[in-house]
Nanobody, 119 residues
């Protein structure tokens, strides 16, 4: 069973920075993709950023140039560095891991961490 534990959320003023961490139980090499998603009150969960094993990254247009996703394979951890935060970045941020095994697809989610950006 895969466990993902997020940390690093909190309250920050607009223009500030936060770094989120997602620690996985066991090696993250087994995951094809890891990513961060967020959900604002009353809205659907949306993709923020993903990173694949090769290191290739993908970002939502709304965070390009401000957020950076990275991974530390030795620590089995994925990070999301968030700079120049805006009030519209407020939401619960979830870590996700996706992998395949025996031609089947699997996905696991963390419990989420709250990010609140005040204006």
């Amino acid at each position: 069973q895969v466990q993902l534990v997020e940390s690093g959320g909190g309250l920050v003023q607009a223009g500030g920075s936060l770094r989120l961490s997602c620690a996985a139980s066991g090696s993250i090499f087994r995951f094809n993709t890891m990513g961060w998603y967020r959900q604002a009150p009353g809205k659907q969960r949306e993709l923020v950023a993903t990173i694949v094993n090769s290191g290739r990254t993908n970002y939502a247009d709304s965070v390009k140039g401000r957020f950076t996703i990275s991974r530390d394979n030795a620590k089995n951890t994925v990070y999301l560095q968030m700079n120049s935060l805006k009030p519209e970045d407020t939401g619960v941020y979830y870590c996700n891991a996706a992998w395949t095994s025996d031609y089947r697809s699997f996905s696991s989610w963390g419990q989420g961490t709250q990010v609140t950006v005040s204006s």
